[in-house]
T-cell receptor
Framework: GESVGLHLPTLSVQEGDNSIINCAYSNSASDYFIWYKQESGKGPQFIIDIRSNMDKRQGQRVTVLLNKTVKHLSLQIAATQPGDSAVYFCAENFNQAGTALIFGKGTTLSVSS | GAGVSQSPSNKVTEKGKDVELRCDPISGHTALYWYRQSLGQGLEFLIYFQGNSAPDKSGLPSDRFSAERTGGSVSTLTIQRTQQEDSAVYLC???????????????FGPGTRLTVL
């Protein structure tokens, strides 16, 4: 069964705002988490990842926060742009042979100008 | 090409027909994954290949689904006697390392959209 889920299926923001996309996971053994962005008609594209021994990681305009206590993952996008409009998936992996990534259902981010 | 490629990009078939979907992973990547994405849904794991090891087929929904990976590179996903519920986007991903070896960034292809009439 699915172990990764998202709090909101859709999120609408204004250009320039900061966006926060949330994700809850259920497997406490997961040790690696990834955020993917999927634009219409394309495959998922890697955004940022984080290991379970970290609680924060920053990239360019994006930050991932991991709270293992409550098994919560979030993606923060600073100064959201129209080009950020897409479906965002969180995925988890636990370090066992033969286990692929487990994906949530995704949050659709809509950015209006 | 630098990325994962898949063919065909679109496939329309009639119920009961067999289809083959192809994936060319990034050169040198040892791990290859197939996922299925139904409309508005997340990705559903189907099968995973890692080097010369036996594939993890735990995600295949029925025995009508099979996949092979020849020479550790190109992979073909075959669906026999297709049903309408098989309609989805089939995504392939490759990774430089397999699961269980640490970080596991997967690079996805654009997918094959399968429509079963």
């Amino acid at each position: 069964g699915e172990s990764v889920g998202l709090h909101l299926p859709t999120l609408s923001v204004q250009e320039g705002d900061n966006s926060i996309i949330n994700c809850a996971y259920s497997n406490s053994a997961s040790d690696y988490f990834i955020w993917y962005k999927q634009e219409s008609g394309k495959g998922p594209q890697f955004i940022i990842d984080i290991r379970s021994n970290m609680d924060k990681r920053q990239g360019q305009r994006v930050t991932v926060l991991l709270n293992k206590t409550v098994k919560h993952l979030s993606l923060q996008i600073a100064a959201t742009q129209p080009g950020d409009s897409a479906v965002y998936f969180c995925a988890e992996n636990f370090n066992q042979a033969g286990t692929a990534l487990i994906f949530g259902k995704g949050t659709t981010l809509s950015v209006s100008s | 090409g630098a990325g994962v490629s898949q063919s065909p990009s679109n496939k329309v078939t009639e119920k009961g027909k067999d289809v083959e979907l192809r994936c060319d992973p990034i050169s040198g990547h040892t791990a290859l994954y197939w996922y299925r994405q139904s409309l508005g849904q997340g990705l559903e794991f189907l099968i995973y290949f890692q080097g010369n090891s036996a594939p993890d087929k735990s995600g295949l929904p029925s025995d009508r689904f099979s996949a092979e990976r020849t020479g550790g590179s190109v992979s073909t996903l075959t669906i026999q006697r297709t049903q309408q519920e098989d309609s989805a986007v089939y995504l392939c991903a490759s990774s430089p390392r397999g699961t269980g070896t640490g970080f596991n960034e997967q690079f996805f292809g654009p997918g094959t959209r399968l429509t079963v009439l």
